[in-house]
């Protein structure tokens, strides 16, 4: 009898154990974004910084868990939610009916529209009908490779990430770049030799990317979501990066 108890109690210490361990390890949330779509996300350094970074810390400190960021590239961070290797996407990644069918989506965070760069001496283009004929630069994966994807008669060309897709403009190996606007506009305010020019196309909703499984995860970051936009911080954060 001795021996049976010592062995149930042994049994219940392990799954008290690896039950606790498996609890911690849950409490630990792998967030996946693309460091190079500032004001979003970019790099100061070695740190990830951003309005995504800093309101993700904000939902993380009322639900009450831990997250780390990871930077991957953007055409990646899906494959990678599916994967298992990252468990929340937040990287200013629009709503689309097509991402709805594998991931569940939070609340809505922040509403965008394209708009088009262009070198500063460019006349020839003035809207989204103009790209006609033109070379075209787009980010692979981000909304304006499918708005551009769906104009006639554009060459498009892709790059992996947007401060390639700049690079291509600044040297002329595109004619114009379709971009998001906040990010459009950030780049626009650091080169002079760049020019921005405003639209309403393809307006757009960001949100929080998990996994269909992540039931109990999207209520806490959409309650969390909700807490910041009533207690002043969200409009915090916009006056800090887009004011």
């Known amino acids: 009898m001795k021996n049976f108890l010592k062995i149930f109690s042994i049994?219940?210490?392990?799954?008290?154990?690896?039950?606790?361990?498996?609890?911690?390890?849950k409490s630990k949330v792998y967030v996946g974004m693309n460091a190079d779509f500032a004001p979003f996300?970019?790099?100061?350094?070695?740190?990830?910084?951003?309005?995504?970074?800093?309101?993700?810390?904000?939902?993380?400190?009322?639900?009450?868990?831990e997250v780390e960021f990871m930077d991957i590239q953007f055409d990646g961070l899906l494959p990678a939610l599916e994967l298992g290797k990252i468990d929340m996407i937040i990287s200013g990644m629009t709503v689309t009916e097509n991402r709805k069918k594998f991931v569940n989506f939070s609340d809505s965070y922040f509403n965008s529209t394209q708009v088009i760069l262009v070198n500063s001496e460019n006349q020839n283009i003035g809207?989204?009908?103009?790209?006609?004929?033109?070379?075209v630069g787009v980010a692979?994966?981000?909304?304006?490779?499918?708005v551009v994807s769906k104009l006639p008669n554009v060459s498009?060309?892709?790059?992996?990430?947007?401060?390639?897709?700049?690079?291509?403009?600044?040297?002329h190996k595109v004619e114009a770049v379709v971009l998001d606007y906040e990010t459009a506009k950030n780049y626009a305010a650091h080169n002079q030799d760049l020019k921005l020019i405003q639209s309403?196309?393809?307006?757009?909703?960001?949100?929080i990317a998990m996994r269909k499984d992540e039931v109990e995860l999207l209520q806490k970051v959409n309650e969390a979501l909700k807490k910041i936009?009533?207690?002043?911080?969200?409009?915090?954060?916009?006056?800090?990066?887009?004011d």
Do not use: H, P, W
Request: glycine share 8%; aromatic share 12%; proline share 0%.
């Open 200 to 207: 309403d196309a393809a307006n757009e909703e960001y949100a």
């Open 140 to 146: 692979l994966g981000f909304t304006g490779d499918l």
């Open 156 to 171: 498009v060309q892709k790059f992996n990430t947007a401060s390639d897709l700049i690079l291509a403009l600044k040297s």
């Open 229 to 242: 936009k009533e207690n002043g911080t969200y409009d915090a954060l916009i006056a800090k990066y887009f």
């Open 127 to 135: 809207n989204f009908s103009d790209l006609s004929g033109k070379v």
């Open 11 to 25: 049994i219940l210490a392990l799954i008290a154990f690896f039950g606790c361990e498996k609890k911690e390890e």
């Open 41 to 65: 996300e970019y790099r100061e350094g070695k740190n990830i910084v951003g309005f995504d970074v800093d309101l993700m810390r904000e939902i993380a400190k009322i639900s009450g868990i």
